[in-house]
């Protein structure tokens, strides 16, 4: 299997599962690639971890705390679900002294600044909204590292693209 095959395999994957489960319970031979497909996801090595931190913030020592809880959940979940190829990826929730997340291919590390997660709280009505978005956000920077570590194939817009993966994994 050629790795550009396998590229443009896990991205029909990745973007499409949703989709091709849903139309495919009646077609066996769609049953069929999906399951090839499993099985060439099983082939991917897992040479790295997610190294998820929330650092100090000015915003008060709570905000911490809160996020100490949410990175070890991370930590935890990123881990056994998603295999890293190249190595670790790092997660850091920091003040950021803007109003920003973004992904780093340089270093393979997300930041999510703690200034978006209290533009959300003060912008939406309840907490609960306020954390969805900003999880969307972090889903969809998620999606850029993993495009950046699997080395996927962006077959249109890339930010486009992303947000399609963090609609789909943020269901997982
Ligand atoms: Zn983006």
Same mark, same amino acid.
């Given at each position: 299997?050629?790795?550009? @095959?396998?590229?443009?395999?896990?991205?029909?994957?990745?973007? +499409?599962?949703?989709?091709?489960?849903? $139309?495919?319970?009646?077609?066996?031979?769609?049953?069929?690639?999906?399951?090839?497909?499993?099985?060439?996801?099983?082939?991917?090595?897992?040479? =790295?971890?997610?190294?998820?931190?929330?650092?100090?913030?000015?915003?008060?020592?709570? $905000?911490?705390?809160?996020?100490?809880?949410?990175?070890?959940?991370?930590?935890?979940?990123?881990?056994?679900? @998603?295999?890293?190829?190249? =190595?670790?990826?790092?997660?850091? @929730?920091?003040?950021?002294?803007? $109003?920003?997340?973004? #992904? *780093?291919?340089?270093?393979?590390?997300?930041?999510?600044?703690?200034?978006?997660?209290?533009? @959300? +709280?003060?912008? #939406?009505?309840?907490?609960? *909204?306020?954390?969805?978005?900003?999880?969307? $956000?972090?889903?969809?920077?998620?999606?850029?590292?993993?495009?950046?570590?699997?080395?996927?194939?962006?077959?249109?817009?890339?930010?486009? *693209?992303?947000?399609?993966?963090?609609?789909?994994?943020?269901?997982?």
């Amino acid at each position: 299997m050629t790795n550009r @095959f396998f590229r443009i395999i896990m991205t029909i994957l990745i973007v +499409f599962i949703g989709f091709i489960t849903t $139309v495919a319970t009646e077609d066996s031979d769609i049953e069929q690639m999906i399951s090839d497909l499993a099985d060439e996801i099983e082939t991917v090595e897992d040479n =790295g971890d997610f190294i998820v931190e929330a650092k100090s913030s000015r915003y008060g020592t709570d $905000v911490k705390k809160s996020f100490d809880g949410l990175a070890s959940q991370i930590s935890t979940d990123f881990n056994n679900q @998603f295999k890293l190829p190249k =190595g670790n990826v790092f997660i850091s @929730f920091e003040d950021c002294g803007t $109003v920003n997340a973004f #992904y *780093d291919p340089q270093n393979a590390k997300i930041i999510m600044c703690y200034e978006l997660f209290q533009t @959300f +709280f003060e912008f #939406y009505s309840t907490p609960e *909204d306020a954390v969805k978005a900003f999880f969307f $956000v972090f889903y969809h920077e998620l999606g850029h590292a993993l495009v950046d570590q699997w080395d996927l194939p962006v077959l249109g817009k890339e930010e486009d *693209d992303v947000d399609g993966m963090a609609t789909r994994l943020i269901k997982i």
